[in-house]
């Protein structure tokens, strides 16, 4: 943390450079796929995202594998991927 920056200013700091990479992966999206119509695109989001998660986990396991993630790292991620799977189901 930087002198004078709080825990929780610098939580939010991380939290904000994730917004605007998700924004900036949107804006890419829109460039090559073209805009998003959320009411005619047949797509079912919450199967998707559950698909997303699945992809995350072999992400993680295929790091920690490789050694470029330590297995107490990726243990922790993990558990909180799975989490975030639990509640998508």
Not at 27 to 51: H, V, W
Not at 57 to 79: F, P, Q, T
């Amino acid at each position: 943390m930087a002198d004078g920056e709080s825990a929780t200013g610098a939580a939010m700091s991380k939290f904000d450079r994730i917004d605007k990479l998700c924004a900036r992966r949107a804006q890419n999206g829109i460039k090559e796929y073209g805009c998003l119509d959320l009411a005619t695109d047949p797509r079912d989001f919450s199967r998707e995202a559950q698909e997303e998660l699945l992809d995350a986990i072999n992400y993680v396991k295929w790091a920690m594998a490789r050694g470029d993630m330590s297995i107490v790292e990726g243990a922790v991620i993990l558990h909180f991927i799975k989490g975030i799977y639990r509640l998508l189901i």
